[in-house]
Nanobody, 118 residues
Framework: QVFLEESGGGLVQSGGSLRLSCTAS????????MGWYRQAPGKQRELVAS???????YHADSVKGRFTISRDNAANTAYLQMNSLKPEDTAVYYC????????????WGQGTQVTVSS
């Protein structure tokens, strides 16, 4: 079993910044990809960004140039730096981990709320 603990959500004004953290614990051997999904009210959960153990990254078009995912393998932690936040970024952000591919999530975090006020 793998446990994902998230932190860093909150309320911020439009144009502000937040950094999310996700630390994995438990039987983490074999986890290749970590990433972040988000789900806004009434919308489907969508992939925001992901990073492999080797450092290959993906960022959704909607966040490119504003969000940056990074990873500290030694600390089993992934980070999502979110800059120039917009009200449409408001959502619950979920950390995800996969042994193979981030679209096939093996483990989910509990979610952290990010609210951007206009």
């Amino acid at each position: 079993q793998v446990f994902l603990e998230e932190s860093g959500g909150g309320l911020v004004q439009s144009g502000g910044s937040l950094r999310l953290s996700c630390t994995a614990s438990g039987i983490i051997r074999g986890i290749n990809v970590m990433g972040w999904y988000r789900q806004a009210p009434g919308k489907q959960r969508e992939l925001v960004a992901s990073i492999t153990r080797r450092g290959y990254t993906y960022h959704a078009d909607s966040v490119k140039g504003r969000f940056t995912i990074s990873r500290d393998n030694a600390a089993n932690t992934a980070y999502l730096q979110m800059n120039s936040l917009k009200p449409e970024d408001t959502a619950v952000y979920y950390c995800a981990a996969s042994r193979v591919d981030i679209v096939k999530v093996d483990y989910w975090g509990q979610g952290t709320q990010v609210t951007v006020s206009s």
